[in-house]
């Protein structure tokens, strides 16, 4: 009980860091920009552009929290994308238009479970090798990048029906973008998961400590196994999105993501060590860094250039501002 009170109190403490810093950011940017920021397309435009590295920042973190890191979710979601758009290509001319939807729920659930086969593999060199998580996810990236090159011919591929591509440039009740609305859906599924299953609390647990989590009698490469495939399966639904939207998938697109998902997973909270860290946190921080990307967006002078420098100075910020807190903390 006193773990899971400190587990509760760390997760308060840094959610209502970020809503702060939401919450000022936002007022920053109506104020120095007006006429362009406070606009309903702006807002609706943040919330379609994050889905995607959004979606794979809540894979990252939950393997964050478990102890390990995931670096193929970007691959991972490139990977279903170009699995879902050959298959419409091969299967809707053939279909006549009632037949249509049948094989987009077909190609959308054999992405779904590619995604969950490329995370029970990522999970089992973990867990059975004994792979290092960031050099077996390193390799692995490279393995779905490959697999997708050789796929695809190293083509884009595109073309996909147009029923498909409204479900990424949509709006739910004429406001929400589809593609946030699904995100919305996967961050509060996944944190009743990880709040409120046995599942969550053996993964902050195995995160923690994986010695004492094996005494406690949880069986530490089972729960490893279905967290990188939660995270394989979440990642195909960010390729499946991606698709949706832009109408096209490519082996090698999003490369700038991983880098980021790991960011936006530190900014949100979660312990790069394991063991501590929220799905909402997550959210949120994901929110702030679209925000704050379309804001810079808002100045010409600034050039794209200086966009990786910016995330690597907010980055090493964030952790220096955590280390402080928690070595303040640790004091007490």
Request: hydrophobic content about 50%; some cysteine.
């Given at each position: 009980?006193?773990?899971?009170?400190?587990?509760?109190?760390?997760?308060?403490?840094?959610?209502?860091?970020?809503?702060?810093?939401?919450?000022?950011?936002?007022?920053?940017?109506?104020?120095?920009?007006?006429?362009?920021?406070?606009?309903?397309?702006?807002f609706?435009?943040?919330?379609?552009?994050?889905?995607?590295?959004?979606?794979?920042?809540?894979?990252?973190?939950?393997?964050?929290?478990?102890?390990?890191?995931?670096?193929?979710?970007?691959?991972?979601a490139?990977?279903?994308?170009?699995?879902?758009g050959?298959?419409?290509?091969?299967?809707?001319?053939?279909?006549?238009?009632?037949?249509?939807?049948?094989?987009?729920?077909?190609?959308?659930?054999?992405?779904?479970?590619?995604?969950?086969?490329?995370?029970?593999?990522?999970?089992?060199?973990?867990?059975?090798?004994?792979?290092?998580?960031?050099?077996?996810?390193?390799?692995?990236?490279?393995?779905?990048?490959?697999?997708?090159?050789?796929?695809?011919?190293?083509?884009?591929?595109?073309?996909?029906?147009?029923?498909?591509?409204?479900?990424g440039?949509?709006?739910?009740?004429?406001?929400?973008?589809?593609?946030?609305?699904?995100?919305?859906?996967?961050?509060?599924?996944?944190?009743?998961?990880?709040?409120?299953?046995?599942?969550?609390?053996?993964?902050?647990?195995?995160?923690?400590?994986?010695?004492?989590?094996?005494?406690?009698?949880?069986?530490?490469?089972?729960?490893?196994?279905?967290?990188?495939?939660?995270?394989?399966?979440?990642?195909?639904i960010?390729?499946?999105?991606?698709?949706?939207?832009?109408?096209?998938?490519?082996?090698?697109?999003?490369?700038?993501?991983?880098?980021?998902?790991?960011?936006?997973?530190?900014?949100?909270?979660?312990?790069?060590?394991g063991?501590?860290?929220?799905i909402?946190?997550?959210?949120?921080?994901?929110?702030?860094?679209?925000?704050?990307?379309?804001?810079?967006?808002?100045?010409?002078?600034?050039?794209?250039?200086?966009?990786?420098?910016?995330?690597?100075?907010?980055?090493?910020?964030?952790?220096?501002?955590?280390?402080?807190?928690?070595?303040?903390?640790?004091?007490?």
């Amino acid at each position: 009980m006193q773990l899971e009170k400190k587990l509760l109190k760390k997760i308060e403490g840094n959610t209502q860091r970020l809503f702060v810093t939401l919450i000022f950011l936002l007022l920053i940017a109506s104020v120095t920009k007006p006429d362009n920021f406070l606009k309903l397309g702006n807002f609706q435009s943040i919330l379609k552009q994050m889905t995607e590295y959004g979606l794979m920042s809540l894979g990252v973190g939950i393997c964050m929290i478990s102890g390990g890191i995931d670096l193929s979710t970007v691959y991972i979601a490139n990977l279903s994308g170009i699995t879902a758009g050959l298959m419409m290509q091969k299967l809707i001319p053939a279909a006549t238009d009632s037949g249509q939807f049948e094989y987009i729920l077909l190609a959308i659930l054999v992405s779904l479970l590619l995604g969950a086969v490329c995370g029970l593999f990522n999970g089992f060199l973990i867990s059975y090798l004994h792979i290092p998580a960031m050099l077996a996810t390193l390799g692995s990236y490279l393995l779905f990048m490959g697999i997708g090159i050789v796929v695809s011919g190293g083509s884009t591929v595109s073309g996909v029906p147009k029923i498909y591509t409204k479900l990424g440039n949509g709006l739910v009740f004429n406001l929400i973008p589809i593609p946030f609305a699904i995100f919305l859906i996967v961050v509060i599924v996944l944190t009743f998961i990880m709040s409120k299953t046995k599942f969550g609390i053996r993964v902050h647990l195995l995160g923690t400590n994986e010695k004492a989590a094996k005494f406690a009698g949880i069986r530490n490469k089972l729960i490893i196994l279905k967290t990188y495939m939660i995270s394989g399966i979440i990642s195909a639904i960010a390729g499946l999105i991606s698709l949706a939207r832009l109408n096209s998938a490519k082996a090698n697109f999003g490369s700038s993501y991983t880098m980021q998902t790991i960011l936006i997973v530190v900014l949100g909270g979660v312990n790069p060590d394991g063991g501590f860290g929220n799905i909402p946190g997550i959210a949120v921080a994901v929110i702030i860094l679209q925000m704050l990307s379309s804001y810079l967006n808002m100045f010409p002078n600034i050039s794209n250039y200086y966009r990786d420098l910016i995330w690597g100075i907010a980055l090493i910020a964030v952790l220096i501002i955590n280390f402080t807190i928690n070595k303040q903390k640790n004091k007490r």
